[in-house]
Nanobody
Framework: QVQLVESGGGLVQAGGSLRLSCAAS????????MGWYRQAPGKQRELVAT???????NYADSVKGRFAISRDNAKNTVYLQMNSLKPEDTAVYYC????????????????WGQGTLVTVSS
């Protein structure tokens, strides 16, 4: 199977920055899209940013110009650089990957991380 391990969350003041990382491991043949989603208390999970294997990126309007997603294909890792953070960015951030696994057979597998909490104080 495939596991995603996130790191980098924490408490930051408004206007500050954080960098999230998410590393994939397991029986990975290839990773197509990777992305970050977030879920604030009492709200639905929403897309933050995605990046394809060809490095095409997509952002939620609320984070455009402040967040930057990138990936290191050699390390099967995706990053989210978050700048100019606002209290409304407070949420649990989840890593997501659309993978092709090689065991026991080749197949697509969508995987989620366990989430990392980002808290932005005003």
């Amino acid at each position: 199977q495939v596991q995603l391990v996130e790191s980098g969350g924490g408490l930051v003041q408004a206007g500050g920055s954080l960098r999230l990382s998410c590393a994939a491991s397991g029986s990975i043949f290839r990773i197509d899209a990777m992305g970050w989603y977030r879920q604030a208390p009492g709200k639905q999970r929403e897309l933050v940013a995605t990046v394809t294997s060809g490095t095409t990126t997509n952002y939620a309007d609320s984070v455009k110009g402040r967040f930057a997603i990138s990936r290191d294909n050699a390390k099967n890792t995706v990053y989210l650089q978050m700048n100019s953070l606002k209290p409304e960015d407070t949420a649990v951030y989840y890593c997501n990957a659309l993978t092709i696994v090689s065991s026991p057979v080749y197949r697509y597998l969508e995987v989620w991380g366990q989430g990392t909490l980002v808290t932005v104080s005003s």
